[in-house]
């Protein structure tokens, strides 16, 4: 690992390795390439860490079964759900920000801000986003939660695990895979109503009348959800996820993270002795809090290891025993490994503020300041009508019975509002140029609401004008709105007889 | 390679295989059992497929699967569907008067898609896939027209073709080689009349005689003025565009030997929508009238 706490080697023990792989595995006959998953039954806990938590996973999974429900007037020709990607007409709108394929480059640079801001969360406070915003965590937290209604806490679903196949095992069984099932399939559901208005698609997936693909999404999700949060949870962080292996280059020596003071635990001991031989004995008492609250199966008191994603959960475990023993709380906390030689030197550790901004944050944090102030300027100046240009080459231009050349020009005619506009077409260039459109008697053409229209346009430059005689020229086309007078230009070339 | 009793690596405590090449030994991290078993799933999933789809070569096929499944039918039953979801549309298109069809009406919008597709299957091959022409066929984005360039001059010249014998309401243009009936001085003196009416160099002295020539033997058909008739198909001569070339010796050439034109009848090939397809295509091309 990339930090390599003293106490690793001290402990003697496996970070690399799967959670609780030695058990059982150091008999010969056991001996195998492939482990079992052992089975975790995370105690419930209390704590500051457990209420954010909470916290967290109320809001960000209310975020996500009640966007697709907010309701948003564009006016009557456009969709009023706040947020929907439209993938059949290809838009996709959040509240009052509509992007069009060729903006893409928003989505693009929200997925940059996106990755910084992992970069930057996950060098100042390590694994984060794992321990406290990930989907897997938050849904495990939720399928933790209504197995302990169901089944009761640690020891009881121990017991159930153990016990045989009885009425009463089989109808806790079945009610907690029911809820899981319930939770899968409004999990899945939600995130089919992104893709279509919500309220219609609702009804149609009642009433059998959606689309096959929502039925087979709502479906693969619910089996994902499923499984991923009830069934395999960790092993998704532990074997899955390429997110450990990568936050390691992200780590320093300053980064915060979730670690055990092992020089005021160490040595461990019961309480009993702590009171005989104080002075051998460290403030650990070996109770296992901190292990029987880790949704990893993990022991913090290992070290830092692959496998922890920071849920602070074993710190709301300890203070709790800590404060119970009327000693100081933190003896699993959030340290930073530079603060360690301080504090085995018997100072405070310096404050987290300190740790925080750094070079290598502030950094990263003026990255993702730019980004983000680059994607609002780009949203601000972006025009609301649009144009593209593409010259016809094939003929480079046409001779007219008159002798006049002709050039052709196939225009693409962008309409952001939510309403028809009309749009003027001028012409900046050679005197001698004549504009026409393709079967318009004028210059004006009706763009409709949130659509494009492709229209040609004709150049003509008469026989013996400069334009006809020579090679290219240059020209500029100006498309105004009719009703906001907002105007924008393409530059184009104009191809004579003397283009080769 | 040592033996195989478990044995367990001294730095990290971690359980070695038991294999051992020149000291170094290789640690054992097992791999979750599920991994394992998704492997089975894949390999049990692979030969699933090639049993339900074509998968295994034979010496001259390959086994076909006990779906039936085969990407022609897939394609087959694509264009089927989009067929029938046409089918209202293609055939409004069939029994439009295109002269009257708005350009606002969805019908119209699809003929000129349409006829886009039946333009580079049949017409590009002489008339280029822009549409310019070449030498000897005529370019369909310019404003002159040897039969007419309204849509119902255009669906005619489709539909029947041009010096065919498959369609008796074929258009028919006749222009005598007149290397058989002038004498070389008279062509020469019609070759100088013919440059001077599109405004080219010319001899002065031979157009004069040129003038009377033209004015009995060529007028009847390319007019007076020379500007052409399309009831005739014969060409504006007074215009900048040549179908065969426009300078002395490739007037010359056209005077002596007579240009005819070919053009299959493609009523007789396409059905009633991809004709009148084909003509909108061409229409909105820049040319029509």
Known sequence: ?500 | MADHSSQHDPVTGTETTGHDWDGITELNTPLPRWWLWTLYATIVWGIGYTIAYPAWPLVSSATQGLLGYSTRAEVAEDIERVNAQNSEISARLASADLSTLSRDDPAYQFGVSGGAAVFRAHCSQCHGAGAAGAVGYPNLLDDAWLWGGTLEEIEYTVTHGIRNEQDADAHWSEMPAFGEIFSGEEIGMTTEYVLSLSGQDHDAAMAEGGAVLFAENCASCHGEEAMGDPSVGAPSLADAIWLYGGDRADIEYSIINARFGVMPAWGLRLSEEDVKAATLYVHQLGGGQ
């Open chain 1, 1 to 500: 690992m990339f930090i390599n706490w003293a106490v690793v080697n001290e402990m003697g023990t496996q970070p690399h390795s799967a959670p609780r792989a030695h058990m059982g595995m150091s008999d010969p006959a056991n001996s195998s390439l492939y482990a079992a998953r052992e089975p975790i039954f995370p105690r419930d806990v209390k704590g500051k860490f457990r209420r954010l938590k909470w916290a967290i996973l109320v809001v960000t999974l209310g975020i996500y079964y009640a966007m697709p429900w907010i309701r948003w007037d564009r006016g009557p020709e456009l969709p009023n759900q706040a947020v929907l990607v439209d993938l059949a007409n290809r838009r996709f709108y959040w509240f009052w920000i509509e992007i069009w394929p060729h903006e893409f480059y928003f989505v693009a640079g929200l997925l940059i801000m996106a990755g910084l801001g992992l970069f930057l969360f996950t060098s100042a406070l390590g694994r984060v986003w794992c321990g406290y915003a990930c989907p897997q965590t938050v849904w495990t937290d939720l399928f933790l939660l209504v197995e302990r209604k169901v089944e009761g806490d640690r020891n009881n679903q121990l017991r159930l695990l153990k016990s045989k196949w009885t009425f009463k095992k089989v109808r806790l069984r079945m009610t907690k895979w029911t809820l899981w099932l319930l939770i899968s399939v409004a999990t899945g559901g939600a995130w089919v109503f992104y893709f279509a208005d919500a309220p219609t698609l609702l009804k149609d997936l009642f009433t059998l009348n959606a689309a096959p693909v929502a039925y087979s999404t709502v479906a693969i999700l619910t089996a994902t959800t499923f499984i991923f949060g009830g069934f395999m949870r960790e092993q998704v962080c532990i074997y899955m996820c390429p997110w450990p292996r990568i936050q390691g280059a992200m780590m320093d020596d300053d980064t915060l993270t979730v670690a055990y003071r092992d020089w005021r635990g160490e040595p461990r001991g019961k309480a009993r002795k702590h009171d005989a031989t104080p002075e051998l004995v460290g403030d650990c008492i070996d109770c296992n809090a901190c292990v029987n609250v880790c949704p990893m199966g993990i022991d913090i008191r290992d070290g830092q290891q692959m496998e922890c994603i920071t849920c602070a959960l074993c710190i709301d475990a300890c203070d709790e025993i800590m404060t119970k023993l009327g000693r100081d709380r933190g003896l699993v906390d959030y340290l930073a490994l530079s603060d360690e030689p301080r504090e085995r030197a018997g100072n405070p550790p310096r404050s987290a503020w300190y740790h925080i901004f750094r070079v290598r944050t502030l950094l990263y944090t003026a990255i993702w300041g730019f980004f983000g102030l680059a994607l609002v300027y780009a949203l601000f100046i972006r025009p609301a009508i649009d144009i593209t240009v593409a010259p016809v080459r094939n003929p480079q231009y046409v001779t007219l019975s008159d002798g006049g050349i002709r050039n052709a020009y196939d225009i693409r005619l962008r309409n952001k509002h939510g309403e028809a506009r009309a749009f003027e077409f001028q012409l900046v260039g050679d005197e001698a140029f004549t504009l026409r459109l393709e079967g318009e008697d004028d210059l004006n053409v009706l763009v409709g609401a949130d659509a494009t229209e492709l229209q040609r346009v004709y150049v003509v430059a008469p026989r013996g004008s400069g334009p006809a005689e020579t090679g290219r020229t240059d020209l500029r086309f100006w498309v105004q709105d009719m009703v906001s007078g907002e105007r924008v230009y393409k530059d184009s070339l104009f191809n004579g007889k003397g283009t080769e």
